[in-house]
């Protein structure tokens, strides 16, 4: 199982130097991903959880991809309605080949209602305009030339050099909880990326039902790549309702050893508490890290270091 930290790109205390100590201190530590998270329009309803200055996902992996020589980058999750696929395409190619392969393209449908209008977009077609717009990308990916004509986009011979480096694409993992999203992903996926998980439900319920669908569908089951919530305390959590990655050292590393007998690929780590003040202070969150990377995973002789 891989270890990912999720680069915070936005608030008052983000900056490209920042930035860059985040991935370098990810890379350093032996983590083996680093993802980002997408808005363009940084609406009010956008601001009050996500505020600016924010910075762009794609610009921002393209310029981390000169800055790291290891780490695989990642997005959790671009938001595929707001860009043209032909767009998504051509500059997702572009990191993946800045970087020597080493994109993943996490995806999602978007929430933020007050965005969509911003970018004029309907947010109410918003899961069909992302299904399409999948699966043209993934025609752009695959094809040295590529046409496409569906509703909500076409276009005709548009040569797509230079394709990614991985074939025949790169990862491409589903975000969402919902049952079109875990449709999404058997459909067009490689894996899925729920966010900010309790167990029982992705154990006993999440897991289940995309068996099930896929088994409907007659498509292999996706890969399980989570991204989990980490709050480390001193002593143990003992609400019923505590998601995985929130408690004592000890829990965490139950959590972590669990997700991968459940057969996760890969895990990514997220300490942001939604306190946009707290993006002034890495040094908090990168303790955490540290004692995690030197102190639960390493017990196991786990894949980070």
Not at 151 to 161: I, M, N
Not at 232 to 259: C, M
């Amino acid at each position: 199982m891989k270890i990912g930290v999720n680069l915070i790109n936005f608030g008052p205390g983000v900056s490209p130097d920042s930035l860059k100590r985040w991935a370098q201190f990810s890379e350093s530590f032996g983590f083996h991903l680093l993802m980002t998270s997408d808005h363009i329009a940084i609406t009010p309803d956008v601001s009050t959880r996500y505020p600016a200055p924010f910075f762009e996902p794609i610009s921002l992996l393209g310029w981390l991809a000169g800055v790291t020589t290891t780490i695989e980058l990642g997005t959790t999750v671009l938001i595929v309605p707001y860009r043209n696929p032909v767009e998504i395409a051509r500059a997702c190619a572009n990191i993946d080949q800045l970087s020597g392969g080493r994109f993943i393209f996490g995806v999602g449908i978007g929430w933020a209602e007050e965005e969509f209008q911003a970018l004029r977009v309907p947010y109410r077609s918003r899961g069909a305009i992302t299904d399409e717009y999948l699966e043209a990308v993934k025609l752009l990916w695959t094809n040295d030339v590529a046409s496409y004509e569906g509703k909500f986009t076409s276009f005709k011979d548009v040569d797509t050099a230079p394709r990614p480096v991985q074939s025949p694409h790169p990862p491409i993992w589903v975000g969402g909880p919902s049952d079109a999203a875990l449709r999404r992903t058997v459909r067009f996926g490689d894996a899925w990326h729920p966010v900010r998980i309790a167990m029982p439900w992705f154990r006993d319920t999440g897991i289940p039902r995309l068996k099930e669908i896929a088994d409907e569908k007659g498509r292999p089951m996706p890969n399980l790549c989570p991204r989990i919530k980490v709050r480390l305390t001193d002593s143990p959590v003992l609400d019923a309702d505590r998601l995985v990655g929130e408690g004592s050292l000890d829990q965490i590393h139950r959590d972590l050893a669990e997700l991968e007998a459940m057969g996760c690929a890969y895990v990514v780590l997220d300490t942001y508490a939604d306190i946009p003040e707290e993006t002034r202070h890495n040094e908090t969150a990168w303790r955490t890290y540290s004692v995690i990377a030197e102190k639960v995973l390493d017990l196991e002789n786990q894949t980070v270091r």
